[in-house]
């Protein structure tokens, strides 16, 4: 059973801070790993996933994937009040009945003004 | 765009009481699924459905049902509510494969 653990638990920073979230896994075979934001009383809105060992940059966010450490890591540039919210990894297992995702507890970050 | 719509917001129930929540999403998925979010336990799959009529079982069926009469929608019934399963029921949607999967807005269960 896949499992997933982020770190830290929670996170405060001034405005303008980067930001580094990290998240390790169990399953070397698992595929495409999946950040989600989520903001207090909303769903989760996917921000960015990977697939292929290395990085990948969209806009302030550069996720990093290493598969041989099971680890893979979000990071927020320039980070605003309005990304406080809870972040949460998902891995993604697929098969012949259909895509899982496993999910950690998240981080919940706070950007202060 | 689309939109995933979970009815009601807010539910409240008896010990014991059987319930049903809805979700219905106009994305034209084929996968929808049923996860429950408790405060510190992150999101835990319950049912998935990768096509109309099919139900796969996630790793907290047990004290559920789950119904897909139609592609567009997908309902959970709490088959006996136990005061130890208040938590928020997120419903997702997803076109299949690995794609993303999109999130309604939940519904809040407290059992009285």
């Known amino acids: 059973q896949e499992k997933v653990q982020q770190s830290p638990e929670s996170l405060i920073v001034p405005e303008g801070a980067m930001v580094s979230l990290n998240c390790s896994f169990s399953?070397?075979?698992?595929?495409s790993i999946w950040w989600y934001q989520q903001h207090p009383g909303k769903g989760p809105k996917a921000l960015i996933s990977i697939f292929s060992n290395g990085n990948k940059k969209e806009g302030r966010l550069t996720v990093y994937l290493n598969r041989a450490s099971l680890h893979v890591s979000l990071h927020i540039k320039d980070s605003q009040p309005s990304d406080s919210a809870v972040y949460l990894c998902?891995?993604?297992?697929?098969?012949?009945?259909?895509?899982?995702?496993?999910f950690g507890i998240g981080t919940l970050l706070s950007v202060k003004p | 765009g689309g939109i995933i719509t979970q009815t009601p917001k807010f539910l409240i129930g008896q010990e014991g009481q059987k319930l049903t929540l809805k979700c219905q999403q106009n994305f034209n998925h084929d996968t929808m699924y049923w996860y429950r979010q408790d405060s510190g336990k992150g999101l835990r799959l319950i049912y998935y459905?990768?096509?109309?009529?099919?139900?796969q079982k996630g790793d907290l069926s047990e004290g559920y049902d789950a119904s897909r009469e139609k592609k567009s929608s997908f309902s959970l019934t709490v088959t006996s509510a136990q005061k130890n399963e208040m938590a928020v029921f997120l419903c997702a949607s997803s076109p299949g494969g690995e794609a993303e999967q999109f999130f309604g807005p939940g519904t809040r269960l407290t059992v009285l």
């Open positions: 399953d070397s075979a698992s595929q």
């Open positions: 998902a891995v993604s297992t697929y098969g012949s009945s259909g895509n899982k995702l496993i």
């Open positions: 459905s990768i096509t109309e009529n099919d139900l």
